[in-house]
């Protein structure tokens, strides 16, 4: 956390881990904080990837792999706060100014109609119609102080890790399906 009193860990089980930390050293056992069920076919729980947390240390975000959403927690007690649909298989969340942007390895949801494919425990993902492979990454951009999605930005496939500049100006995405950034 910004504060340095907390560090995060997520993990499959479906939870986040939190470890107060006092002097540079982890203080405490972990406290487990549960995550909403994904609601997805062949598997109740979450999938934690990406965290982030907010400037004031109050809010923890995380990436929902498998439901395709981005959860808001309060970042001591682990109660869900908001959540967002995000994108397929988001997994990277960065925050600069009152925004998150969360990238999806699969792109924005489908619409009915459009050509997909299975992407993993009961999801399907945009699909190029020669190849049949993902057809793009995503970012999804949240106004965090209205609680609107303001843009779902199209990248190259597979949008993982994300980074903001040191100026809070540019956020970048690395698309590991072409090994290029956006």
């Known amino acids: 956390s910004p504060d340095g009193r907390r560090l995060y860990l997520s993990n499959t089980a479906g939870n986040v881990w939190m470890f107060e930390v006092s002097d540079g050293r982890i203080a405490s056992p972990p406290t487990v904080l549960p995550l909403p069920d994904a609601r997805a076919p062949n598997r109740k729980r979450e999938i934690p990837t990406g965290l982030a947390v907010s400037a004031d240390s109050k809010r923890l975000y995380v990436a929902g792999n498998l439901g395709g959403r981005l959860y808001e927690l309060d970042a ?107």
């Open 76 to 182: 001591l007690t682990g109660r869900l706060l908001r959540k967002w649909e995000t994108g397929v298989a988001p997994f990277d969340v960065v925050l600069t100014g009152s925004k998150a942007y969360v990238s999806n390895l699969g792109g924005r949801f489908p619409q009915p109609g459009e050509l997909t494919a299975p992407a993993g425990k009961g999801t399907t993902v945009l699909v190029d119609p020669i190849q049949a492979l993902p057809l793009a990454g995503s970012v999804t951009v949240i106004d965090l102080a209205s609680g609107k999605i303001t843009s779902q930005l199209t990248t190259g496939p597979h949008t993982s890790a994300l980074a903001v500049s040191p100026d809070g100006h540019y956020v970048v995405a690395s698309n590991t399906g072409d090994d290029t950034l956006t």
